[in-house]
């Protein structure tokens, strides 16, 4: 059971910069993903990026945050800058591993983002 474990959240103002990361618990190959949601109230949880063979992000974010990964510390970070109050949500680690043909998904327990003057 991989434990994922997020850090780096808080309040910054409009345009500022904040800088996730999560650590993995066990080994995490380069070929798994890792990754991050988030959901805002009211509104469902939506993909924010993802890093496993290639990165991929939500068109709201590209340009402005970053997804990078630390093998060596089984650690996903996201840079995340030029923050609107429409970043404001909790963000999610997840992951998903490949083990014995079968994928397996992991959560974060969330860090609160908020965006605001």
């Known amino acids: 059971q991989v434990q994922l474990v997020e850090s780096g959240g808080g309040l910054v103002q409009p345009g500022g910069s904040l800088r996730l990361s999560c650590a993995a618990s066990?080994?995490?190959?380069?070929?798994?993903?890792m990754g991050w949601y988030r959901q805002a109230p009211g509104k469902e949880r939506e993909l924010v990026a993802t890093?496993?063979?290639?990165?991929n992000y939500a068109d709201s974010v590209k340009g402005r945050f970053t997804i990078s990964r630390d093998n060596s510390k089984d650690t996903v970070y996201l840079q995340m800058n030029s923050l609107k109050p429409e970043d404001t949500a909790v963000y999610y680690c997840?992951?998903?591993?490949?083990?014995?043909?079968?994928?397996?998904?992991?959560w974060g327990q969330g860090t609160q983002v908020t965006v605001s003057s």
């Open positions: 997840y992951a998903q591993t490949i083990r014995l043909s079968r994928a397996w998904d992991y």
């Open positions: 066990e080994t995490i190959f380069s070929t798994d993903t």
């Open positions: 890093s496993g063979r290639i990165a």
